[in-house]
């Protein structure tokens, strides 16, 4: 071999030989990379159908949210209904309450009435059918109706 190649050729192909193993190094650099792209992506995928599934769950969360409002609306309007009631029921029991107790009043005073007014009875005919003219009569009487004795 010559000089010159010795000198050209040979340094040339060292230099051509770093070049495929710079050139092996940095492909097998891309494809580890590759993988680490891949992997992001799986990565990226899952997160976004995470991300899907958590918008769907929060979206029925509203959903529900608004359900209760509109039922708590409901409640609150049955509420307002239910005591505007319970207010004209009890006005109504305290109506009826003061005539029950004006009803009741008024029977025993006409309970106490007719007690008195049987009491002066039984002692007027007490003391009428001791007298001898009274007593013959409830005796003819006794004996024309014998239904009316033992009274």
């Given at each position: 071999?010559?000089?010159?190649?010795r000198?050209?050729?040979?340094?040339l192909?060292?230099?051509?030989?770093a070049?495929l193993?710079?050139?092996?190094?940095?492909?097998?650099?891309l494809?580890?990379k590759q993988?680490d792209v891949?992997?992001?992506n799986?990565?990226?995928e899952?997160a976004?159908?995470t991300?899907d599934?958590?918008a769907?769950?929060r979206?029925?969360?509203?959903?529900d949210?608004a359900r209760a409002?509109?039922a708590n609306?409901d409640y609150?309007?049955?509420?307002?209904?239910?005591?505007?009631?319970l207010?004209t029921?009890?006005g109504?029991?305290r109506?009826?309450?003061?005539k029950?107790?004006?009803a009741?009043?008024?029977?025993?005073?006409?309970?106490a009435?007719?007690?008195?007014?049987?009491?002066?009875?039984t002692?007027?005919?007490?003391?009428?059918?001791r007298k001898?003219?009274c007593?013959?009569?409830l005796q003819a009487?006794?004996a024309?109706?014998?239904?009316?004795?033992?009274?």
């Open positions: 071999m010559s000089l010159f190649a000198f050209s050729v040979k340094p192909l060292y230099v051509i030989a070049q193993l710079v050139i092996a190094g940095m492909g097998l650099a494809h580890l993988a891949d992997v992001a799986a990565a990226s899952s976004i159908a991300r599934a958590i769907t769950e979206d029925a969360w509203k959903s949210a409002l509109l609306e609150q309007d049955i509420t307002k209904l239910l005591q505007a009631e207010k029921c009890q109504e029991a109506v009826m309450g003061e029950n107790r004006k009741v009043a008024a029977a025993r005073a006409e309970a009435d007719a007690d008195r007014t049987l009491k002066q009875f002692s007027k005919f007490y003391t009428e059918s001898p003219t007593a013959r009569a009487m006794e024309s109706c014998p239904a009316l004795s033992d009274y």
